[in-house]
C-alpha cells in the first residue's frame, strides 16, 4: 500500500542562537538566529533529495512557532503533524552555539527545559499517523528531554511498528540531558523494535559498555536485538576546522560490513547537524533503492561530508549535487576546481 509519506521523524524543533564570525557568546553583542532539531536536520536532508518527509512535534503558538513552521516548509518537509501549544506559558527550545578554531573548542548553551513539545502526546494525533510512513525516525534526545515526551515517544515506535513501518533510531547521546545509565537502560527497552540502528563507537562503548573492535560491536547489536542494519560513524577531529569523516555499514541480512575511503581533511564552517546529516544521506540511499547498502552508505558519507562545510543546522543541497560530491569522491583522476 503506498504511504503519504517516505519518512516521518518526531523531535523537538529549537530555535540556535550564535554570535557571528567566531566571535564568543560571553563578548559578542549580537545573534543571529536559524532553525534546527537533531531530527529536523535528518529528515531535511532526505528531503532535498527526494524523499517525501514529515515532521511530529509541537511548537508554541506565537511568533517564534511561526518563524520554525515557516523554515520547516522552506526545507521541503511538511507541517502537516506539526501540533501547536496555545498554553500562557509556551516555549520554544532554544540553545547558543559559539564556533570554535584550534585550540578552542565549540561551546554549546541549552535553554529547553519546560519546553512545548514536552506536552506533546498521542491523543493529539489521529490512529490514521501510524499508517502514513514507510519509516519512522527519532533519536535518544527526544528519549531525554523529559518523562512525557519519553512515553510518548516510545508508544508512537509501538504503534508505527504494529503496522509495519521500519523504524529508524539514533542514540545522539548527550551527557546535559541524562547519564549513561539511564540512556542504557531506556534505549535497550526499544531495541527491540528498531530495524536501522544509528550508534557511533564511542557511544557504543560509553554508553552501552561494549567491547571489543568497532565490527564486532556493530554485529553484537544484530545478535541482541532483531536490527536489521547498524550505521556507525567515525570522525577524526584534526582541529575545529578541519575533519576527517568516514562510516561503516553493518547488514545483519547477510552478515556483510560496507564501507569506502573516508572523506579526509573537510574544511568545517559548521559542524552541527552533519551526524543528523548523515542519517538523512543513509535513510535516503535505504528508502530510494532497497537492499543496496553500500549506495546507501556512499549517500550518508557525502551528505555528510557537505554539511560541514553550510553554515547553520540544517542541510542545503539537491540530488545533483550529491551524486556530483560521491563520483569525485570515488574519481581517481583530475577533478573540476569549480562547477561551471
Same mark, same amino acid.
Given at each position: 500500500?503506498?504511504?503519504?509519506?517516505?519518512?516521518?521523524?518526531?523531535? $523537538?524543533?529549537? &530555535? #540556535?542562537?550564535?554570535?557571528?564570525?567566531? $566571535?564568543? @557568546?560571553?563578548?559578542?553583542?549580537?545573534?543571529?538566529?536559524?532553525? /534546527?532539531?537533531?531530527?529536523?536536520?535528518?529528515?531535511?536532508?532526505?528531503?532535498?533529495?527526494? =524523499?517525501?518527509? /514529515?515532521?511530529? +512535534?509541537? =511548537?508554541?503558538?506565537?511568533?517564534?512557532?511561526?518563524? @520554525?513552521?515557516?523554515?520547516?516548509?522552506?526545507?521541503?518537509?511538511?507541517?502537516?503533524? &506539526?501540533?501547536?501549544?496555545?498554553?500562557?506559558?509556551?516555549?520554544?527550545?532554544?540553545?547558543?552555539?559559539?564556533?570554535?578554531?584550534?585550540?578552542?573548542?565549540? #561551546?554549546?548553551?541549552?535553554?529547553?527545559?519546560?519546553?512545548?513539545?514536552?506536552?506533546?502526546?498521542?491523543?493529539?494525533?489521529?490512529?490514521?499517523?501510524?499508517?502514513?510512513?514507510?519509516?519512522?525516525?527519532?533519536?535518544?534526545?527526544?528519549?531525554?528531554?523529559?518523562?512525557?515526551?519519553?512515553?510518548?515517544?516510545?508508544?508512537?515506535?509501538?504503534?508505527?511498528?504494529?503496522?509495519?513501518?521500519?523504524?529508524?533510531?539514533?542514540?545522539?547521546?548527550?551527557?546535559? =540531558?541524562?547519564?549513561?545509565?539511564?540512556?542504557?537502560?531506556?534505549?535497550?527497552? @526499544?531495541?527491540?523494535? *528498531?530495524?536501522?540502528?544509528?550508534?557511533? $563507537?564511542?557511544?557504543?562503548?560509553?554508553?552501552?559498555?561494549?567491547?571489543?573492535?568497532?565490527? $564486532?560491536?556493530?554485529?553484537?547489536?544484530?545478535?541482541?536485538?532483531?536490527?536489521?542494519? *547498524?550505521? +556507525?560513524?567515525?570522525? *577524526?577531529?584534526?582541529?575545529?576546522?578541519?575533519?576527517?569523516?568516514?562510516?561503516?555499514?553493518?547488514?545483519?541480512?547477510?552478515?556483510?560490513?560496507?564501507?569506502?575511503?573516508?572523506?579526509?581533511?573537510?574544511?568545517?564552517?559548521?559542524?552541527? /547537524?552533519?551526524?543528523?546529516?548523515?542519517?538523512?544521506?543513509?535513510?535516503?540511499?535505504?528508502?530510494?533503492?532497497?537492499?543496496?547498502?553500500?549506495?546507501?552508505?556512499?549517500?550518508?558519507?557525502?551528505?555528510?561530508? =557537505?554539511?560541514?562545510?553550510?553554515?547553520?543546522?540544517? &542541510?542545503?543541497?539537491?540530488?545533483?549535487?550529491?551524486?556530483?560530491?560521491?563520483?569525485?569522491?570515488?574519481?581517481?583522476?583530475?577533478?573540476?576546481?569549480?562547477?561551471?
Amino acid at each position: 500500500m503506498k504511504k503519504d509519506f517516505d519518512l516521518l521523524s518526531l523531535g $523537538e524543533l529549537m &530555535l #540556535r542562537l550564535s554570535p557571528p564570525d567566531n $566571535e564568543r @557568546i560571553t563578548r559578542g553583542d549580537t545573534l543571529g538566529k536559524q532553525a /534546527g532539531g537533531a531530527e529536523l536536520n535528518a529528515i531535511t536532508g532526505a528531503a532535498m533529495l527526494g =524523499l517525501r518527509c /514529515g515532521i511530529i +512535534s509541537k =511548537l508554541p503558538a506565537n511568533d517564534l512557532g511561526t518563524y @520554525i513552521k515557516n523554515r520547516v516548509r522552506l526545507c521541503g518537509v511538511s507541517d502537516d503533524y &506539526l501540533v501547536y501549544d496555545q498554553d500562557r506559558d509556551a516555549r520554544l527550545g532554544v540553545y547558543y552555539y559559539e564556533s570554535g578554531a584550534y585550540p578552542r573548542k565549540p #561551546r554549546i548553551v541549552y535553554d529547553r527545559q519546560n519546553t512545548s513539545v514536552n506536552k506533546l502526546t498521542t491523543a493529539d494525533y489521529d490512529d490514521s499517523l501510524y499508517q502514513a510512513a514507510r519509516c519512522f525516525h527519532t533519536s535518544g534526545i527526544t528519549l531525554a528531554l523529559g518523562p512525557q515526551l519519553r512515553e510518548t515517544a516510545i508508544e508512537m515506535i509501538r504503534r508505527f511498528k504494529a503496522q509495519g513501518t521500519l523504524i529508524s533510531f539514533d542514540v545522539n547521546f548527550r551527557g546535559n =540531558l541524562w547519564t549513561g545509565a539511564e540512556a542504557k537502560a531506556c534505549i535497550e527497552s @526499544i531495541l527491540p523494535y *528498531v530495524d536501522v540502528f544509528f550508534c557511533s $563507537e564511542d557511544t557504543a562503548r560509553l554508553t552501552f559498555l561494549k567491547e571489543g573492535s568497532a565490527r $564486532e560491536i556493530m554485529k553484537s547489536f544484530t545478535q541482541e536485538y532483531p536490527i536489521s542494519i *547498524v550505521a +556507525s560513524t567515525q570522525r *577524526v577531529v584534526h582541529s575545529p576546522k578541519r575533519h576527517t569523516f568516514g562510516s561503516i555499514i553493518y547488514s545483519a541480512r547477510d552478515d556483510t560490513y560496507y564501507e569506502e575511503p573516508p572523506y579526509a581533511n573537510i574544511e568545517v564552517v559548521d559542524r552541527i /547537524g552533519s551526524g543528523d546529516a548523515y542519517i538523512s544521506g543513509v535513510l535516503y540511499g535505504l528508502l530510494s533503492k532497497e537492499g543496496d547498502y553500500q549506495r546507501a552508505l556512499e549517500y550518508g558519507n557525502a551528505t555528510s561530508a =557537505l554539511k560541514n562545510t553550510i553554515p547553520g543546522d540544517l &542541510l542545503s543541497t539537491d540530488l545533483k549535487e550529491i551524486d556530483g560530491i560521491i563520483r569525485e569522491h570515488k574519481s581517481t583522476g583530475r577533478v573540476a576546481e569549480m562547477d561551471r
